[in-house]
């Protein structure tokens, strides 16, 4: 079917030999599958989404693709489509898109998502739901039983001003979960100093920490969180992905809703 996608170059290593950007890669190529000439797309963020950038350009400059525009989702992924040849736009030009492609940071059962551990959640989760289709492209590693399950962070992103007041309102959220625990993301500068994080928004993020993932309704809590008005947004996404393609040593899986 395909035929004119498959790839020019050598043959794919054998699944024991496949790496995890290996299964990244296959995910994304599997969702680039899904693009027809014309569509607006919305571009993902991250490792797994730089693959799905990198094959839209390759058919694009061999002409199996024609007349797509990209939504970027961050300034990186922008800055690397249009150096593969994606013409770029934005919503206001292009309310509605017709199929997002992005990766995940963590994928529960009901497809719900962890995003934004690369920091660009809030333009993430504005392109993505304004899309027919979203299409999550992970290695098998994603999957968990519940949201904040893997341990690693569940970003928030908040407004610089009084940063410390929002955290505080966060931790009081979640005092009567023992295994919680809540910090403002940080980086090394040149000279070593500690830096806020900051994003393309020009906002923090503070990263929650649940030991046992996140207990009762998602619905709920997200909804406690974009109450603190210093919240701008949070990395659930609740009920927005419309299928997931899931890349393993065994195979390719595909989740739908
Ligand atoms: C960025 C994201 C990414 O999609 C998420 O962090 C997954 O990244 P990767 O594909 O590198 O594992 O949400 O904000």
């Not at 993902?44 to 797509?68: E, F, K, M, P, Q």
């Not at 690397?80 to 509605?96: C, K, Q, W």
Request: with cysteine.
């Amino acid at each position: 079917l395909f035929a004119d996608r498959l790839p020019v170059s050598s043959p794919p290593p054998t699944a024991a030999a496949l790496t995890q950007d290996d299964l990244k890669r296959i995910a994304a190529h599997r969702a680039v599958d899904l693009v027809e000439s014309g569509m607006v797309l919305g571009l993902g963020t991250g490792s797994t989404a730089a693959h799905a950038l990198d094959r839209l350009g390759d058919l694009l400059r061999r002409g199996v693709l024609r007349d797509i525009v990209g939504i970027p989702t961050s300034l990186k992924t922008a800055a690397h489509a249009a150096a593969v040849g994606i013409p770029l736009s934005d919503l206001d030009a292009h309310p509605v898109v017709d199929l997002s492609i992005d990766g995940a940071d963590e994928v529960d059962p009901a497809l719900n998502l962890v995003k934004g551990r690369g920091g660009s959640l809030l333009r993430e989760k504005m392109i993505e739901g304004a899309s027919r289709r979203f299409v999550v492209i992970v290695d098998e590693s994603k999957l968990v039983p519940c949201l904040g399950g893997s341990g690693l962070a569940v970003p928030v992103e908040v407004v610089p001003f009084c940063w410390k007041y929002t955290l505080g309102q966060l931790e009081r959220l979640f005092d009567n979960d023992p295994g919680f625990n809540a910090k403002l993301r940080t980086f090394s500068d040149k000279e070593g100093v500690e830096m806020p994080f900051v994003t393309d928004n020009s906002n923090y993020i503070i990263d929650l920490y649940f030991e046992r993932g996140i207990s009762g309704d998602l619905d709920a809590v997200s909804d406690s969180m974009l109450r603190f008005p210093g919240v701008v947004e949070h990395g659930m996404f609740l009920g927005m992905a419309t299928s997931v393609i899931v890349a393993g040593k065994n195979g390719v899986t595909f989740m739908e809703k």
